[in-house]
C-alpha cells in the first residue's frame, strides 16, 4: 500500500497568515495515464470531510483561492494564504492513484 | 446539488452484521464510482472499498475483504455497505464518498 506521510502533525497559525503542510508518498503517484491523483481534504469538527483540492493543484468548486496546492512525483504541499477562523480543522492528503486509496494521518490546523 | 444521505447511527452487538444505506440525489447515480471510508475515533481515514452502480463491479482494501459487502439498488440510487461479525474494533464512523462528495456519516458502535 502508498504510505502517505504528512507533517507537521499539527500547527497553530494566526488569522491572516499563511501555513504549508506537506505531504509524502511512498511511491510516486505518478498514474499510468499520466494523471497525478492527490487531493487534499478538510475535515472540520463534527463534519465529513470535504474536498478541497484534486490531482495535485485543483481547487473543487467553491473552494477559495486562498488555498493552493503544488508538489509532483512524491512529494506535495498544501498552502492556505490570508488564514481565517472557520479554516480550523484536520487537513489530510490522499491518493487515487493505486488501489488501496490511502489518505495521511492528518495535520491538525488551529487558530491562534 | 449532489447529495449523500445516509442512514442513522446502529448500536449493534459483538458477532452480528449491519448494514447502512447512503441514498444519492442530485447526479446519475450509475455514473460514479461510490467509495466507503472508515474513521475510527480521533483517527485518519480507512478506504474500505467502492462499488461501480451501473455494472456492481467492486475493489476492496484487502483488509476489508470478508467484512465488508456492497451492493446497490439504482432504482432507488441508494448504495450499501454491510459489515459482518462485528468487534468492538469495527466502532467507527463509516462515509459514503464519491470523493468529491462525502456522507455524513454513520456512526456504529460494536456493544454488548
Known amino acids: 500500500d502508498v504510505v502517505m506521510t504528512q507533517t507537521p502533525v499539527s500547527l497553530s497559525v494566526s488569522l491572516g497568515g499563511q501555513v504549508s503542510i506537506s505531504c509524502r508518498s511512498s511511491?510516486?503517484?505518478?498514474?499510468?495515464?499520466?494523471?497525478?491523483?492527490l487531493s487534499w481534504y478538510l475535515q472540520k469538527p463534527g463534519q465529513s470531510p470535504q474536498l478541497l483540492i484534486y490531482?495535485?493543484?485543483n481547487r473543487f468548486s467553491g473552494i477559495s483561492d486562498r488555498f493552493s496546492g503544488s508538489g509532483s512525483g512524491t512529494d506535495f504541499t498544501l498552502k492556505i494564504s490570508r488564514v481565517e477562523p472557520d479554516d480550523l480543522g484536520v487537513y489530510y492528503c490522499?491518493?487515487?492513484?493505486?488501489?488501496?486509496?490511502?489518505f495521511g494521518s492528518g495535520t491538525k490546523l488551529e487558530i491562534k | 446539488q449532489v447529495k449523500l444521505l445516509q442512514s442513522g447511527a446502529a448500536l449493534v452487538k459483538p458477532g452480528a452484521s449491519v448494514k447502512m444505506s447512503c441514498k444519492a440525489s442530485?447526479?446519475?447515480?450509475?455514473?460514479?464510482?461510490v467509495s466507503w471510508v472508515k474513521q475510527s475515533h480521533g483517527k485518519s481515514l480507512e478506504w474500505i472499498g467502492e462499488?461501480?452502480?451501473?455494472?456492481?463491479?467492486?475493489n476492496f482494501n484487502e483488509k476489508f475483504k470478508g467484512k465488508a459487502t456492497l451492493t446497490v439498488d439504482k432504482s432507488t440510487s441508494t448504495a450499501y455497505m454491510e459489515l459482518s461479525r462485528l468487534t468492538s474494533e469495527d466502532s467507527a464512523i463509516y462515509y459514503c464518498?464519491?470523493?468529491?462528495?462525502w456522507g455524513q456519516g454513520v456512526m456504529v458502535t460494536v456493544s454488548s
Open positions: 464518498t464519491r470523493i468529491s462528495y
Open positions: 442530485g447526479y446519475t447515480f450509475t455514473d460514479y464510482w
Open positions: 462499488i461501480y452502480p451501473n455494472s456492481g463491479a467492486t
Open positions: 511511491q510516486s503517484l505518478v498514474h499510468n495515464n499520466g494523471n497525478t491523483y
Open positions: 490531482k495535485v493543484s
Open positions: 490522499g491518493q487515487g492513484t493505486q488501489y488501496p486509496l490511502t
